[in-house]
């Protein structure tokens, strides 16, 4: 919820979160309704999608597909416009790593399937939003990209590049579609998630206890992020990237030793 004397609200405005049916994506959904959007969340597994409408409430919809597909991209925006008449926010939050492995040990076709999931698809959703709405009524575009993208992660080269990549993207978008839209970036550290629950098992609170904040990151301090940046608060704020990582970054292979 918004914090006491914020102008943070975003009632009546229409947002369309992709990757939107757990983790991260559904967080940052229900934050945006709870704080008075109406939320459309796209995904691929119809039974998700169905549980995750009926936890956000309200006005929620979805939409089954694949986020990097311009005919899934096109029935949604057009389902989306039919319904509340325009489109304020997107959350380009599908994403994945795919193909893990050494870059030169991958094939083309991994590469390819990396970099269309994580890049193509955010860029479809921009282009689209931006002819069906927002160049007619402004907006909010917030790219949901990954420490990867600033830092080097062994075994995940594909990923890396889409998401450092997509922070480019965002930069080109913000510069391209102001003052109407503005196109922000957020670089997760570990969330703790579905996709890293087996890596927190295996000894993630470990390193976690060794960050400045000494946890792993929650869906929900992206979430509140998002929200930030898709209301008026972050008015004067573009091309940026929002860096969210409880300090990974800056102790970046020196991690301390935990406090006794």
Same mark, same amino acid.
């Given at each position: 919820?918004?914090?006491?004397?914020?102008?943070?609200?975003?009632?009546? +405005?229409?947002?369309?979160?992709?990757? =939107?049916? +757990?983790?991260?994506?559904?967080? /940052?959904?229900?934050?945006?309704?709870?704080?008075?959007?109406?939320? /459309?969340?796209?995904?691929?597994?119809?039974?998700?999608?169905?549980?995750?409408?009926?936890?956000?409430?309200?006005?929620?919809?979805?939409?089954?597909?694949?986020?990097?597909?311009?005919?899934?991209?096109?029935?949604? *925006?057009?389902?989306?416009?039919?319904? #509340?008449?325009?489109?304020?926010?997107?959350?380009?939050?599908?994403?994945?790593?795919?193909?893990?492995?050494?870059?030169?040990?991958?094939?083309?076709?991994?590469?390819?399937?990396?970099?269309? #999931?994580?890049?193509?698809?955010?860029?479809?959703?921009?282009?689209?939003?931006?002819?069906?709405?927002?160049?007619?009524?402004?907006?909010?575009?917030?790219?949901?990209?990954?420490?990867?993208? *600033?830092?080097?992660?062994?075994?995940? =080269?594909?990923?890396?590049?889409?998401?450092?990549?997509?922070?480019?993207?965002?930069? *080109?978008?913000?510069?391209?579609?102001?003052?109407?839209?503005?196109?922000?970036?957020?670089?997760?550290?570990?969330?703790?998630?579905?996709?890293?629950?087996? #890596?927190?098992?295996?000894?993630?609170?470990?390193?976690?206890?060794?960050?400045?904040?000494? +946890?792993?990151?929650?869906?929900?301090?992206?979430?509140?992020? /998002?929200? #930030?940046?898709?209301?008026?608060?972050?008015?004067?704020?573009?091309?940026?990237?929002?860096?969210?990582?409880?300090?990974?970054?800056?102790?970046?292979?020196?991690?301390?030793?935990?406090?006794?």
């Amino acid at each position: 919820m918004t914090a006491a004397g914020s102008s943070a609200t975003l009632k009546e +405005r229409v947002a369309i979160v992709t990757g =939107g049916s +757990r983790g991260i994506g559904l967080a /940052c959904a229900a934050e945006l309704a709870a704080c008075g959007a109406h939320v /459309c969340v796209t995904g691929r597994d119809p039974k998700a999608l169905n549980t995750a409408v009926k936890s956000i409430g309200g006005t929620a919809m979805a939409a089954v597909g694949d986020a990097a597909d311009a005919t899934h991209v096109t029935a949604t *925006i057009d389902a989306v416009m039919a319904r #509340f008449g325009r489109i304020d926010i997107l959350v380009n939050n599908a994403g994945g790593p795919l193909h893990n492995g050494p870059l030169l040990s991958l094939e083309p076709q991994q590469m390819e399937d990396t970099w269309r #999931f994580n890049l193509l698809g955010p860029h479809l959703w921009a282009k689209a939003v931006w002819h069906k709405s927002m160049s007619a009524h402004g907006g909010s575009i917030i790219n949901i990209s990954s420490l990867g993208g *600033i830092t080097l992660q062994t075994g995940m =080269g594909a990923y890396s590049i889409a998401k450092a990549a997509l922070l480019h993207m965002t930069r *080109i978008m913000a510069a391209e579609l102001g003052p109407k839209v503005r196109v922000n970036a957020i670089a997760p550290g570990i969330i703790e998630t579905d996709a890293t629950a087996d #890596f927190v098992a295996a000894g993630g609170p470990n390193m976690a206890a060794k960050l400045p904040m000494a +946890r792993f990151g929650k869906s929900e301090d992206i979430a509140k992020a /998002c929200r #930030f940046l898709a209301s008026d608060d972050a008015s004067w704020i573009t091309g940026d990237t929002l860096v969210i990582d409880g300090g990974s970054l800056v102790q970046w292979g020196r991690l301390r030793a935990p406090k006794q």
